[in-house]
């Protein structure tokens, strides 16, 4: 049978409304659109990738959500990027990106001195002239081991099972975002049970390492297949797990077994699980107190491909005293690592302007984002700080005991410039 | 009357028979002259289904054709690389097809001289993934695909630098004779309505499915069975290796993948006029069926385009036959007027298959060249001697190549989104008629509006870009909407599904933000 992304080619009408809503070719010329690298491109694509141009595809997703005929645009881009010949420096480099469970393995064992590291300016230029890291983007710093260690040894309480898959993120980087998840859930009655601390694959998959990816999902399913059988549902805090496990390890790298299928089923983005509660009476409402702040509340470009509206917009609009200002632009320019690239930086904040500039204008105290390179990016760009929605909801039910260190905000800030 | 002209050679008909004629004569140093009455490639060579043979589909019913479509296979790739891509093909055979055939097979291809190599099925899937993976039997043979236009254009062009005049749209009129000798013909231009007169030693008659009513023209007789056969592309290609089916020739037995699409081939019926290319819906539907069968999924995939060619099927004087047009011959023949019907320097070579044109070419060549009284020179030694050291055929994603190689910037801009033309091929080509083009050359040089869109897009763009170097916006509005009325015939069966789609936003775009100017002109 064809292949579904390949066969939904033909939907393609030459419409344009892709090329009107790609956040990457409104700045720069060095990417031609989706319509163009996407559904023509590919009518041509056999054997050899001749085309490098849709190397500047982000991979956001706009095009395929906006495709009024169902055309896989940016799944059929992320596979053209993965044929693309690469150099050896290159590869290392990608998979340096790509492969962050590994790295934040090793790094992960000593986080003081990886933090050191990458905080160092001319560590970053070497980086940089070496591994085609760009000096100024958003790299994130390693939690101290202690907050690692305070998820990992949280309880997941009592009440109804779910599993809790806390990806790269909240393994490494940002370990209190989990016990806050953890804790926001428990006091709704969730007993959530953290899965292993594992890559979903998403990172290796769209630096072209398919088979990597594919291994990382397989892992991951297998793991959970005895509670995603039972009918558990798998939640994720971060926007790109969520999407690799809901629809990208079968629409993009093309897995079609059993256990992966399942694990789609069952998978939830987390602000979608509390309002689907919410939704059935079963959120503790009476419990949020009033936090009184100014917040810019900035839909991720993967969480608007989860289909599933802005369930985090809802549940902030819950929190009395919550000053909300919603953002009407489409992308940060990150795209997971898209913005590291020493080629592609430039491009990504060029992306993100519009962002930015509507951030600086309505001043909020903090920016509520789903995903965490987008929090990164959108931190380094505008200096103001952004959590995820689940903060805010663990603060307004006056919860404690997880904490974000300050100084990882006050050091991101310093890497600009 | 515009002024006469004299050649060695007149060749009527500008298909791939009379090119081939026309090229293979000035290689043998004669003066030629082709008269053409519509474009190059403008009656059955421009609508068939792209295949160059292997030899493989004739070697039970037709070995003879067989044998000659192996041996011009080989020697087309060497004359005319670029327009030939390297694809390779399948016969298969799949559940329920006599077992039989498929036995015979690699006998009957041993004999006949075609290269076939037995493959397991697995082998056969893994060679061609998109292949129905319920085949019994698999053999790969040397199939490819021909861009006609491309071929064409090549040998024209090797013609015209050896000083062939190629009269496109001259029609011939009346022949001119004295006796029982054909002195020339009279043509007649279509765009400007004169007549010119030809004078020419022999005068070979190369008009295909209309070698019979030519040939009555200088009262000769040549009987022709005109067999039309349907062809539905689909927008995407579906395989990238031909696909053809192990059972006798029938229905709905091959699919090709040529340039950006697949095409599946064919029907075959008679018809009493060779200008009949009517396409009827069920004979569409049965294509696509047939094209399922083959590729799975090829029954959802988007349709594009639906055509019929006439074939000339040749039947000798007093020859025996049914009448079943699938049962006759696909050779071709050469008639020389002269033993035939008494007529003199006149020669119609007619029947046989694109793939052997070079070889119809030589020996129709031969016969003029007896009539003359040249000396006969081997032909395919030049050919041979000019076989690049690897040939270069031409690679599907070459367009996208060249498309990248000039983007960035305000290098080019694309004018054809579907099928990559840039502005700068538009111009140039533009500039190299001196303005004297249309879209629909355009079309067959760069594949301009053959692609998913159909013209929906790029049509206005190339009628800009030809009015802004020479021509006068009421000729370019009537071009376009000339170019329109042609598409939307060859959509008119096939309009469903993704398809349909296209159609409607095509339609609304020609109606209303992009309508030519003055009253609208109805579409088919």
Known sequence: MRDEVVASTDGCVKCTICEQACPVAAVTDLFPGPKYVGPQAERFRHGDSVDRSVEYCSGCGACSVVCPQGVAVAELNIRARAQIP???????????????????????LVPGVANALLGNRAVR???????????????????????????????????????????????????WLGEMVVAV????????????????????????FFGL????????????????????????????????????????????????LRLAEATWDVSEFLLDLHRQGRLDQKGLSPISRRVYYHPPCQQRRHLSGRPALELLALIPGVEIIESTQYCCGIAGTYG??????????????????????????VVACDSETCRWQITHASGVPSVHPVELLYESYGLSGARRPLRQDAKRKSARR | MTQALSADVLVIGG?????????????????????????????????????????????????????????????????????????????VSLEGDDPAYA??????????????????????????????????????????????????????????????????????????????????????????????????????????????????????????????????????????????????????DIVVPIRTVSVIGT??????????????????????????????????????????????????????????????????????????????????????????????????VDLVVAKIGLPATPAFVEALEEKPARPAYFRLPDALAHRESVWGGDRDAVVCECEGVLRSDVVALVAAARGRIGIGDLRRSLRVGMGPCQGGFCSYRCAGLIAEAAQAAEAVTEDLVEFWKERFKGTATVSFGAQARQEILDRWLYASPLAPPGEPVALP
């Open chain 1, 86 to 108: 690469r150099s050896r420096r290159e590869t290392l480099r990608n998979l340096a990106l790509g492969d962050t469970e590994s790295v934040a393995r090793l790094a992960g």
């Open chain 1, 125 to 175: 230029r070497v980086a940089q002239w070496l591994a085609g890291v760009h000096r100024l983007a958003p790299l994130p710093a390693f939690a101290p081991r202690r907050s690692v260690r305070s998820f990992w040894t949280k309880s997941p309480g009592e009440g109804v099972p779910v599993v809790y898959f806390p990806g790269c993120s909240t393994s490494w980087y940002e370990p």
């Open chain 1, 185 to 208: 859930l428990e006091r709704n009655g969730i007993s959530a049970q953290i899965a292993a601390g594992r890559c979903c694959g998403l990172p290796a998959q769209s630096n072209g």
């Open chain 1, 213 to 260: 990816a594919a291994r990382r999902v397989a892992r991951i399913a297998k793991e959970l297949g005895a509670p995603v059988a039972k009918g558990t549902p798998v939640l994720a805090s971060s926007t790109s797990c969520a999407l690799m496990l809901m629809s990208e390890a079968k629409d993009v790298l093309g897995i079609e077994s059993d256990p992966v």
């Open chain 1, 340 to 365: 590291l690239k020493a080629e592609k930086y430039e491009v990504a904040m060029e992306v993100g302007r519009g962002l930015f500039s509507e951030i600086a204008d309505s001043s909020p105290e």
């Open chain 2, 15 to 91: 298909g791939s028979t009379g090119v081939g004629v026309a090229w293979e004569a000035t290689r043998r140093g004669l003066s030629v002259i082709l008269a053409e009455r519509s474009n190059l490639a403008g009656g059955t060579s421009g609508r068939f289904h792209g295949l160059l043979h292997s030899g493989g589909r004739y070697v039970v019913s037709d070995p003879r054709s067989a044998s000659e479509c192996a041996a011009e296979n080989k020697a087309l790739r060497s004359i005319a690389p670029q327009a030939i891509e390297d694809t390779g093909g399948l016969f």
């Open chain 2, 103 to 252: 036995e015979g097979f690699p006998l009957a291809c041993e004999r006949a001289g075609v290269e076939a190599v037995a493959m397991s099925p697995a082998e056969a899937r893994s060679a061609e993934p998109a292949v129905n993976p319920g085949i019994q039997a698999a053999f790969w043979v040397p199939d490819a695909s021909v861009d006609v236009w491309r071929l064409l254009g090549i040998l024209s062009a090797q013609a015209a630098e050896g000083g062939a005049k190629i009269l496109e749209h001259h029609e011939v009129v009346s022949f001119e004779q004295e006796g029982q000798r054909v002195l020339g013909a009279r043509l007649k231009d279509s765009a400007t309505g004169e007549t010119r007169w030809v004078s020419a030693q022999v005068v070979v008659n190369a008009t295909g499915a209309w070698s019979g009513r030519v040939a009555a023209m200088a009262g000769c007789e040549v009987e022709i069975l005109a067999s039309r056969g349907v062809m539905v592309a689909f927008a995407d290609r579906l395989s990238h290796l031909a696909i053809n089916r192990c059972i006798r020739p029938s229905d709905g």
């Open chain 2, 267 to 364: 029907t075959d019926v008679a018809v009493a006029d060779p200008d009949d290319t009517t396409v009827a819906p069920e004979e569409v539907a049965a294509m696509v069926a047939a094209a399922d069968q083959l590729i799975p999924g090829a029954g959802s995939a988007r349709t594009l385009r639906a055509w019929a060619g006439v074939r000339p099927l040749y039947r000798p004087p007093g020859g025996a036959g049914s009448g079943a047009t699938r049962t006759v011959s696909r050779a071709h023949a050469l008639v020389d007027h002269a033993t035939q019907d008494g007529v003199e320097a006149f020669v119609t070579i007619t029947g046989g298959k694109l793939t052997t044109l070079r070889l119809m070419a030589e020996e129709a």
